[in-house]
Protein backbone atom coordinates (compact mmCIF):
# COMPACT_ATOMS: atom_id res chain seq x y z
CA UNK A 1 0.00 0.00 0.00
CA UNK A 2 1.19 3.45 -1.09
CA UNK A 3 1.70 5.90 1.49
CA UNK A 4 2.32 6.70 5.21
CA UNK A 5 -0.12 6.65 8.05
CA UNK A 6 -2.80 9.27 6.14
CA UNK A 7 -6.62 9.18 5.96
CA UNK A 8 -6.21 8.00 2.37
CA UNK A 9 -4.49 4.52 3.96
CA UNK A 10 -7.52 4.06 6.23
CA UNK A 11 -10.12 5.16 3.17
CA UNK A 12 -8.46 2.55 0.62
CA UNK A 13 -8.27 -0.53 2.93
CA UNK A 14 -8.99 -4.09 1.55
CA UNK A 15 -11.86 -5.34 3.47
CA UNK A 16 -10.51 -8.33 5.84
CA UNK A 17 -7.14 -6.35 5.92
CA UNK A 18 -5.81 -4.34 9.07
CA UNK A 19 -3.64 -1.50 9.88
CA UNK A 20 -1.75 -0.32 13.07
CA UNK A 21 -2.93 2.81 14.84
CA UNK A 22 -0.97 4.99 16.19
CA UNK A 23 -1.24 8.44 17.94
CA UNK A 24 0.74 11.69 16.08
CA UNK A 25 2.72 13.23 17.93
CA UNK A 26 0.99 16.34 17.32
CA UNK A 27 -2.29 14.19 19.16
CA UNK A 28 -4.28 16.53 21.32
CA UNK A 29 -7.52 17.98 22.18
CA UNK A 30 -7.69 20.52 19.64
CA UNK A 31 -10.80 22.18 20.51
CA UNK A 32 -10.45 24.20 17.24
CA UNK A 33 -11.94 20.73 15.46
CA UNK A 34 -15.42 19.51 15.35
CA UNK A 35 -17.16 16.50 12.94
CA UNK A 36 -20.27 18.10 12.29
CA UNK A 37 -22.83 15.57 10.58
CA UNK A 38 -24.90 17.03 7.81
CA UNK A 39 -27.77 15.29 5.50
CA UNK A 40 -26.65 14.65 1.50
CA UNK A 41 -29.52 17.43 1.14
CA UNK A 42 -27.01 19.71 3.09
CA UNK A 43 -23.72 18.92 1.18
CA UNK A 44 -24.05 21.31 -1.81
CA UNK A 45 -24.80 24.22 0.05
CA UNK A 46 -21.58 23.84 2.45
CA UNK A 47 -19.50 22.85 -0.79
CA UNK A 48 -20.52 26.31 -2.30
CA UNK A 49 -20.33 28.74 0.81
CA UNK A 50 -23.85 29.28 1.22
CA UNK A 51 -23.91 28.50 5.07
CA UNK A 52 -22.86 30.84 7.67
CA UNK A 53 -23.42 30.49 11.51
CA UNK A 54 -25.68 33.45 13.38
CA UNK A 55 -26.40 34.71 16.67
CA UNK A 56 -24.47 37.06 19.31
CA UNK A 57 -21.96 36.29 21.97
CA UNK A 58 -24.76 35.61 24.34
CA UNK A 59 -26.98 33.41 22.34
CA UNK A 60 -26.75 29.81 21.06
CA UNK A 61 -25.74 30.04 17.81
CA UNK A 62 -27.43 28.25 14.49
CA UNK A 63 -26.22 27.48 11.50
CA UNK A 64 -28.59 28.91 8.07
CA UNK A 65 -29.21 28.00 4.69
CA UNK A 66 -30.21 30.42 2.47
CA UNK A 67 -33.97 29.09 3.44
CA UNK A 68 -33.90 27.25 6.71
CA UNK A 69 -32.55 28.08 10.04
CA UNK A 70 -30.82 24.81 12.26
CA UNK A 71 -30.03 24.64 15.90
CA UNK A 72 -26.53 23.01 16.36
CA UNK A 73 -26.88 20.51 19.11
CA UNK A 74 -23.32 18.46 20.61
CA UNK A 75 -24.20 14.81 20.60
CA UNK A 76 -21.68 12.40 22.74
CA UNK A 77 -20.42 9.05 20.78
CA UNK A 78 -20.13 6.09 23.72
CA UNK A 79 -17.37 4.32 21.22
CA UNK A 80 -13.67 5.86 20.16
CA UNK A 81 -13.82 8.07 16.91
CA UNK A 82 -10.56 9.05 15.87
CA UNK A 83 -9.52 11.93 13.26
CA UNK A 84 -6.78 10.91 11.05
CA UNK A 85 -5.36 13.70 8.95
CA UNK A 86 -4.67 13.22 5.41
CA UNK A 87 -1.37 11.93 4.18
CA UNK A 88 1.70 14.08 4.32
CA UNK A 89 4.85 13.72 2.20
CA UNK A 90 7.48 14.63 4.73
CA UNK A 91 6.40 11.45 7.15
CA UNK A 92 9.38 8.82 6.89
CA UNK A 93 7.98 6.12 9.13
CA UNK A 94 9.01 2.38 8.33
CA UNK A 95 5.79 0.99 9.31
CA UNK A 96 2.51 2.23 7.56
CA UNK A 97 0.02 2.94 10.50
CA UNK A 98 -3.15 5.51 10.77
CA UNK A 99 -1.77 8.46 12.92
CA UNK A 100 -4.36 9.88 15.22
CA UNK A 101 -4.45 13.43 15.52
CA UNK A 102 -7.48 13.58 18.00
CA UNK A 103 -10.01 11.48 19.52
CA UNK A 104 -13.51 13.18 19.31
CA UNK A 105 -16.08 12.60 22.19
CA UNK A 106 -19.08 13.53 20.14
CA UNK A 107 -19.81 15.23 17.09
CA UNK A 108 -22.58 18.55 16.26
CA UNK A 109 -25.42 17.27 14.38
CA UNK A 110 -28.05 19.92 12.75
CA UNK A 111 -31.68 20.42 13.72
CA UNK A 112 -33.75 22.18 12.12
CA UNK A 113 -35.92 25.60 13.74
CA UNK A 114 -37.83 28.09 13.55
CA UNK A 115 -36.42 31.30 13.18
CA UNK A 116 -36.19 33.41 16.35
CA UNK A 117 -38.05 36.62 14.68
CA UNK A 118 -39.32 38.11 18.35
CA UNK A 119 -36.44 39.92 18.44
CA UNK A 120 -37.24 41.49 14.59
CA UNK A 121 -40.09 43.37 16.00
CA UNK A 122 -38.55 44.23 19.12
CA UNK A 123 -35.21 46.05 17.10
CA UNK A 124 -37.69 47.82 14.62
CA UNK A 125 -40.36 48.80 16.85
CA UNK A 126 -37.99 51.43 19.03
CA UNK A 127 -38.04 53.73 16.65
CA UNK A 128 -40.70 53.95 14.37
CA UNK A 129 -41.10 55.77 10.72
CA UNK A 130 -43.43 58.56 11.91
CA UNK A 131 -45.09 61.64 10.76
CA UNK A 132 -42.20 64.65 11.89
CA UNK A 133 -39.64 62.54 9.40
CA UNK A 134 -42.43 62.14 6.62
CA UNK A 135 -42.69 66.07 6.47
CA UNK A 136 -38.71 66.66 7.17
CA UNK A 137 -38.61 64.33 4.27
CA UNK A 138 -40.91 66.14 2.04
CA UNK A 139 -39.42 70.05 2.97
CA UNK A 140 -36.34 70.72 0.52
CA UNK A 141 -35.62 73.86 2.81
CA UNK A 142 -35.29 71.84 6.02
CA UNK A 143 -31.33 70.39 6.75
CA UNK A 144 -31.65 67.97 9.74
CA UNK A 145 -29.20 65.52 11.43
CA UNK A 146 -30.78 62.79 12.18
CA UNK A 147 -29.99 60.67 15.20
CA UNK A 148 -29.40 56.97 13.50
CA UNK A 149 -29.44 55.07 16.90
CA UNK A 150 -32.04 52.39 16.97
CA UNK A 151 -31.83 52.30 13.03
CA UNK A 152 -30.46 48.62 10.95
CA UNK A 153 -29.81 48.09 7.70
CA UNK A 154 -30.33 44.96 6.15
CA UNK A 155 -25.96 43.57 7.33
CA UNK A 156 -27.43 44.66 10.50
CA UNK A 157 -30.15 42.62 11.04
CA UNK A 158 -28.65 39.65 9.14
CA UNK A 159 -25.83 40.26 12.10
CA UNK A 160 -28.73 40.32 14.84
CA UNK A 161 -31.08 38.02 14.12
CA UNK A 162 -31.41 34.37 14.18
CA UNK A 163 -33.08 32.95 10.58
CA UNK A 164 -31.87 33.02 7.25
CA UNK A 165 -32.14 34.88 4.68
CA UNK A 166 -35.60 34.27 3.85
CA UNK A 167 -36.98 33.99 6.46
CA UNK A 168 -35.55 37.27 7.00
CA UNK A 169 -37.32 38.92 4.29
CA UNK A 170 -40.67 36.68 5.39
CA UNK A 171 -39.97 38.53 9.32
CA UNK A 172 -39.53 41.79 7.58
CA UNK A 173 -43.09 41.30 5.46
CA UNK A 174 -44.74 40.29 8.34
CA UNK A 175 -44.60 43.58 10.03
CA UNK A 176 -45.21 45.31 7.37
CA UNK A 177 -41.67 46.43 7.53
CA UNK A 178 -39.59 48.87 4.48
CA UNK A 179 -36.53 49.88 3.50
CA UNK A 180 -36.34 53.75 3.45
CA UNK A 181 -33.04 55.71 3.30
CA UNK A 182 -31.24 52.32 3.19
CA UNK A 183 -32.68 51.21 6.92
CA UNK A 184 -35.58 48.82 7.88
CA UNK A 185 -38.16 50.77 9.71
CA UNK A 186 -41.98 50.06 10.35
CA UNK A 187 -44.04 53.07 9.88
CA UNK A 188 -46.25 54.29 12.90
CA UNK A 189 -49.44 52.98 13.11
CA UNK A 190 -51.42 56.53 13.16
CA UNK A 191 -49.05 57.42 9.68
CA UNK A 192 -50.54 54.53 8.23
CA UNK A 193 -54.28 55.41 9.01
CA UNK A 194 -53.65 58.81 7.80
CA UNK A 195 -52.36 57.56 4.67
CA UNK A 196 -55.16 55.08 4.37
CA UNK A 197 -57.48 57.33 5.36
CA UNK A 198 -56.37 60.11 2.67
CA UNK A 199 -56.65 57.37 -0.30
CA UNK A 200 -59.86 56.35 0.97
CA UNK A 201 -60.88 60.15 0.46
CA UNK A 202 -58.72 60.87 -2.73
CA UNK A 203 -61.06 57.70 -4.29
CA UNK A 204 -64.55 59.25 -3.20
CA UNK A 205 -63.12 63.05 -4.29
CA UNK A 206 -62.17 61.10 -7.81
CA UNK A 207 -64.43 58.46 -8.27
CA UNK A 208 -61.81 55.87 -7.84
CA UNK A 209 -62.94 52.22 -6.90
CA UNK A 210 -61.17 50.48 -4.60
CA UNK A 211 -60.97 47.50 -6.32
CA UNK A 212 -59.32 48.90 -9.59
CA UNK A 213 -56.71 52.01 -8.41
CA UNK A 214 -54.15 53.58 -10.73
CA UNK A 215 -50.68 52.94 -8.78
CA UNK A 216 -49.43 56.58 -10.85
CA UNK A 217 -53.00 58.16 -10.06
CA UNK A 218 -52.69 57.29 -6.37
CA UNK A 219 -49.13 58.44 -5.82
CA UNK A 220 -49.53 61.23 -7.50
CA UNK A 221 -52.52 62.21 -5.29
CA UNK A 222 -50.96 61.30 -2.47
CA UNK A 223 -47.92 63.11 -2.81
CA UNK A 224 -49.68 66.33 -3.14
CA UNK A 225 -51.14 65.05 -0.06
CA UNK A 226 -47.78 65.44 1.65
CA UNK A 227 -46.87 61.63 1.85
CA UNK A 228 -43.33 60.20 -0.01
CA UNK A 229 -43.86 58.10 -2.90
CA UNK A 230 -41.95 55.91 -0.63
CA UNK A 231 -45.00 55.83 1.95
CA UNK A 232 -47.94 55.56 -0.68
CA UNK A 233 -46.40 52.23 -2.88
CA UNK A 234 -45.82 50.83 0.95
CA UNK A 235 -48.88 51.33 2.17
CA UNK A 236 -51.16 50.27 -1.05
CA UNK A 237 -49.18 46.95 -0.67
CA UNK A 238 -49.85 46.83 3.33
CA UNK A 239 -53.69 46.68 2.17
CA UNK A 240 -53.77 45.92 -1.20
CA UNK A 241 -52.73 43.12 -4.36
CA UNK A 242 -50.94 44.74 -7.69
CA UNK A 243 -51.74 43.25 -10.89
CA UNK A 244 -50.83 44.62 -14.43
CA UNK A 245 -50.57 48.00 -12.66
CA UNK A 246 -53.49 48.35 -11.04
CA UNK A 247 -54.28 47.91 -7.28
CA UNK A 248 -57.30 46.05 -5.11
CA UNK A 249 -57.51 46.96 -1.89
CA UNK A 250 -58.29 44.09 0.44
CA UNK A 251 -61.42 44.11 2.71
CA UNK A 252 -60.26 42.41 5.36
CA UNK A 253 -56.95 44.17 5.85
CA UNK A 254 -58.64 47.50 5.44
CA UNK A 255 -61.45 46.12 8.00
CA UNK A 256 -58.71 44.78 10.15
CA UNK A 257 -56.81 47.87 10.36
CA UNK A 258 -60.05 50.61 11.01
CA UNK A 259 -60.94 47.60 13.72
CA UNK A 260 -57.76 48.23 16.14
CA UNK A 261 -58.37 52.12 15.67
CA UNK A 262 -61.81 51.75 16.80
CA UNK A 263 -60.21 49.30 19.96
CA UNK A 264 -56.97 51.60 20.35
CA UNK A 265 -59.47 53.30 23.30
CA UNK A 266 -59.85 50.26 25.39
CA UNK A 267 -62.50 47.12 25.25
CA UNK A 268 -66.20 48.04 24.01
CA UNK A 269 -69.70 46.51 24.20
CA UNK A 270 -69.64 44.52 21.10
CA UNK A 271 -73.06 46.80 19.87
CA UNK A 272 -71.04 49.84 20.26
CA UNK A 273 -68.03 48.44 18.61
CA UNK A 274 -70.09 47.06 15.69
CA UNK A 275 -71.94 50.65 15.29
CA UNK A 276 -68.24 52.47 15.39
CA UNK A 277 -66.28 49.90 12.98
CA UNK A 278 -68.77 50.13 10.64
CA UNK A 279 -69.05 53.48 10.40
CA UNK A 280 -65.45 53.94 10.25
CA UNK A 281 -64.60 51.73 7.22
CA UNK A 282 -64.89 53.25 3.34
CA UNK A 283 -68.74 52.89 1.80
CA UNK A 284 -68.82 49.48 -0.12
CA UNK A 285 -67.13 47.18 2.38
CA UNK A 286 -68.56 45.18 4.90
CA UNK A 287 -67.02 44.66 8.78
CA UNK A 288 -67.71 40.91 9.55
CA UNK A 289 -66.55 40.03 12.72
CA UNK A 290 -65.07 36.79 11.21
CA UNK A 291 -62.81 38.66 10.16
CA UNK A 292 -60.77 39.81 13.48
CA UNK A 293 -59.61 36.21 14.22
CA UNK A 294 -56.34 36.46 16.17
CA UNK A 295 -56.74 40.22 16.68
CA UNK A 296 -59.64 40.04 19.62
CA UNK A 297 -61.30 38.61 22.51
CA UNK A 298 -65.15 38.45 23.19
CA UNK A 299 -65.48 38.54 26.55
CA UNK A 300 -69.56 37.27 28.00
CA UNK A 301 -70.35 39.16 31.52
CA UNK A 302 -74.17 38.32 31.90
CA UNK A 303 -76.14 39.09 29.47
CA UNK A 304 -73.72 41.29 27.42
CA UNK A 305 -70.59 40.69 25.03
CA UNK A 306 -67.54 42.81 25.61
CA UNK A 307 -64.85 43.26 23.14
CA UNK A 308 -60.96 43.89 23.40
CA UNK A 309 -58.19 43.68 21.34
CA UNK A 310 -55.51 41.03 21.96
CA UNK A 311 -53.53 40.87 18.87
CA UNK A 312 -51.56 36.75 17.78
CA UNK A 313 -49.02 39.29 16.26
CA UNK A 314 -48.05 40.84 19.67
CA UNK A 315 -47.27 37.54 21.26
CA UNK A 316 -43.76 35.28 21.50
CA UNK A 317 -43.46 32.85 18.73
CA UNK A 318 -41.89 30.37 21.02
CA UNK A 319 -44.41 27.59 21.66
CA UNK A 320 -43.65 27.44 25.71
CA UNK A 321 -43.66 31.38 25.72
CA UNK A 322 -46.55 31.68 23.19
CA UNK A 323 -48.78 28.92 25.60
CA UNK A 324 -47.48 30.83 29.03
CA UNK A 325 -48.73 34.45 27.94
CA UNK A 326 -51.91 32.57 26.45
CA UNK A 327 -52.83 31.10 30.04
CA UNK A 328 -52.02 34.06 31.59
CA UNK A 329 -54.32 36.34 29.51
CA UNK A 330 -57.03 33.25 30.15
CA UNK A 331 -57.05 29.96 32.77
CA UNK A 332 -59.43 28.39 30.28
CA UNK A 333 -59.54 28.49 26.62
CA UNK A 334 -62.30 27.20 24.16
CA UNK A 335 -60.92 25.30 20.92
CA UNK A 336 -62.87 28.04 18.34
CA UNK A 337 -61.07 30.89 20.52
CA UNK A 338 -57.52 29.37 21.39
CA UNK A 339 -57.06 28.43 17.70
CA UNK A 340 -56.41 31.74 15.55
CA UNK A 341 -53.28 32.30 18.56
CA UNK A 342 -51.69 28.80 17.43
CA UNK A 343 -52.36 28.59 13.76
CA UNK A 344 -49.07 30.17 13.05
CA UNK A 345 -47.18 28.49 15.81
CA UNK A 346 -43.87 26.29 13.39
CA UNK A 347 -42.08 23.81 15.06
CA UNK A 348 -40.69 21.33 12.62
CA UNK A 349 -41.81 18.19 13.10
CA UNK A 350 -44.57 18.82 15.10
CA UNK A 351 -47.89 19.49 14.64
CA UNK A 352 -50.66 21.23 16.37
CA UNK A 353 -51.84 18.36 17.82
CA UNK A 354 -48.37 17.82 19.29
CA UNK A 355 -48.34 21.01 20.46
CA UNK A 356 -51.92 20.71 22.56
CA UNK A 357 -50.56 17.33 23.95
CA UNK A 358 -47.34 19.36 25.10
CA UNK A 359 -48.09 22.50 26.52
CA UNK A 360 -52.33 21.74 27.38
CA UNK A 361 -54.47 19.98 29.29
CA UNK A 362 -57.54 18.77 27.10
CA UNK A 363 -61.05 18.47 28.88
CA UNK A 364 -64.32 17.52 27.06
CA UNK A 365 -66.84 15.78 29.13
CA UNK A 366 -68.93 14.63 26.26
CA UNK A 367 -68.33 14.24 22.46
CA UNK A 368 -70.83 16.64 21.17
CA UNK A 369 -69.16 19.38 24.02
CA UNK A 370 -66.47 21.76 22.61
CA UNK A 371 -63.03 20.61 24.39
CA UNK A 372 -61.65 22.61 26.53
CA UNK A 373 -57.90 24.16 27.03
CA UNK A 374 -55.92 24.83 30.09
CA UNK A 375 -52.24 25.02 31.36
CA UNK A 376 -49.94 21.41 31.15
Not at 83 to 88: A, F, N, Q, R
Not at 216 to 228: H, I, K, M, N, R
Not at 260 to 288: D, H, T, Y
Not at 312 to 337: G, I
Amino acid sequence: MDGNGGAEAVLNLPCNSSISVAYDPLFGSHEDLLLLEIEPILLPHFLNNRVTIRGQPNEEAVLCTPSTTFALKFVSNSNSLFLIPPTTTDRTDPVESAWVLKSAPGNMELVQVAPKLDKLKTLLSQKPYRAEEEEEEDDDEICVVVDRTGFYTWDDLVDRIQASDEELRGGLQAISAVEIDGYWRVVDEELVTGVLSMLVHDSVLFGWSLEALNEVDVVSSLEADGFSTKLAVHCLGMFGSKVEGVWSLDERRVCVHFARQVLKKGKKKMENFMEEWERSIPSGMCARLEMLEGEVLVDRIGVESWIRAFRVSSLPSAPAERFAALFRERQKWEWRDLEPYIRDLQVPGLSSEGLLIKYTRRTQPTADVEPVFSAR
